[in-house]
Structure formats: structure tokens, C-alpha cells
């Protein structure tokens, strides 16, 4: 038998560091259904309005209630942690909800952006081949 040993002329210098390819599903494109993005905008909405209203209906109970728990000293400290714990949850549900209603928002824009776009894509490509 003979054994036979290759030696390459490459370097390292001559490997290459970048980095591979990605697989060719990732380049084939893919899918946008405006309507289901409208669709999921419309829900986050629905969710940011619920939300809102539930944070009005809190913050209008714990006005009802006023400070029920004594002035006692216990009471006193009670209320001095809770007032300011209490006030910062109704603060923080009206942002979600401003944060909802800008996801609604982003949702309708991208389905709408995406329209524009792929409607400019086709009409040049149908421009391009004469198909007028």
C-alpha cells in the first residue's frame, strides 16, 4: 500500500473569518399579512382600553376609601408605606397602557408601511417588464 499525504499551499492568512452564509430559507424572504398585524393592533387596543378603565375604576375606589386605616401611630406608618405604594401602581397601569396603545399603533403602521412598499415593489416590477 501507499500512503499519500497532501500538503496544502493555502496559508491561514488565506482562510477566510467571515462569518457563513445563512441557510437559504432565511434569504428566500418571507410572508407579512397586514391584516392579522391590524388585526393583532386592533386587540392590543382593546386591551390598552380595558386597562385604562380598570385603572380608573382603582384610582376612583381608593379615593372612595380614603385613608381607612386609623391615625393611630400604626396606622400612621401603615399609610405613610402604603399612599405612596398605592399611588404608584395606578401610575404605573397608565403606563401599560400608553404602551399598549403604541404597540397598536406600531402594528397598524408596519401593516400599512408594508403595503405601501411591496404595492411600490410590484408596480415598478410590472413597470419594468412593460405589463402596464
Not at 441557510?23 to 398585524?37: I, K, M, R, T, Y
Request: aromatic share 4%; glycine share 10%; proline share 5%.
Amino acid at each position: 500500500m501507499t500512503s499519500t499525504t497532501t500538503t496544502s499551499n493555502r496559508s491561514d492568512a488565506d482562510v477566510s473569518t467571515a462569518p457563513p452564509a445563512p441557510p437559504d430559507s432565511v434569504l428566500g424572504g418571507f410572508e407579512v399579512e397586514p391584516a392579522a398585524l391590524r388585526r393583532a393592533g386592533a386587540a392590543f387596543h382593546t386591551e390598552a382600553d380595558l386597562l385604562i378603565e380598570a385603572a380608573s375604576r382603582l384610582e376612583t375606589r381608593l379615593g372612595q376609601l380614603g385613608p381607612c386605616w386609623g391615625t393611630d401611630a400604626v396606622g400612621a406608618r401603615f399609610g405613610a408605606t402604603y399612599q405612596p405604594a398605592a399611588d404608584q401602581v395606578v401610575s404605573n397601569l397608565g403606563g401599560l397602557s400608553v404602551g399598549l396603545l403604541r404597540i397598536a399603533s406600531a402594528l397598524r403602521a408596519v401593516a400599512d408601511s408594508y403595503e405601501v412598499v411591496d404595492g411600490a415593489t410590484v408596480s415598478g416590477a410590472t413597470r419594468d417588464r412593460g405589463d402596464r
